[in-house]
């Protein structure tokens, strides 16, 4: 009688790591994943207008982009998608392109410099 009882308590320890397993893989899948399903779903603010004022950051540029109604501030990341241009903005250069709704902090060293909106896209002219 005992001899049943190791085995299924064994067969069921076994079973329940192999979930617990499973559960673990889909998870960390499910998390590396965040961002790009956040890009996907979340919403997006359009903008466009001017660049007027450019910080270099840690992991970009905060600009500042002058609209019909305000100047701005925008994260553009190095490796962000553009179009046209190739080239990163610069100042006097027109953008247009979505951004995402959480601002994004722009880091020189250890000193935080700003935060924009970060761009999710952009195409701009060649000026």
């Known amino acids: 009688?005992?001899?049943?009882k190791n085995i299924s308590t064994i067969l069921i320890q076994r079973y329940l790591c192999g979930i617990v397993f499973i559960m673990v893989i889909f998870f960390a899948g499910l998390?590396?994943?965040?961002?790009?399903?956040?890009?996907q779903v979340s919403p997006k603010i359009s903008f466009g207008g001017k660049i007027v004022s450019?910080?270099?950051c840690n992991t970009g540029m905060l600009i500042y982009v002058?609209?019909?109604v305000a100047v701005k501030?925008?994260?553009?990341?190095?490796?962000n998608?553009?179009?046209s241009s190739h080239i990163p903005p610069?100042?006097?250069q027109s953008v247009?392109?979505?951004?995402?709704p959480t601002p994004a902090p722009c880091v020189l060293g250890s000193i935080p410099i700003g935060a924009g909106l970060p761009i999710l896209f952009h195409g701009s002219s060649y000026k």
Not at 31 to 39: L, P, Q
């Open 31 to 39: 998390f590396s994943m965040r961002e790009m399903v956040f890009a």
């Open 81 to 83: 998608l553009r179009y």
């Open 54 to 56: 450019q910080n270099v």
């Open 96 to 100: 247009l392109g979505l951004a995402g």
């Open 66 to 68: 002058k609209s019909a």
């Open 73 to 79: 501030p925008f994260m553009w990341f190095w490796g």
């Open 1 to 4: 009688m005992s001899f049943m």
């Open 90 to 92: 610069h100042v006097g």
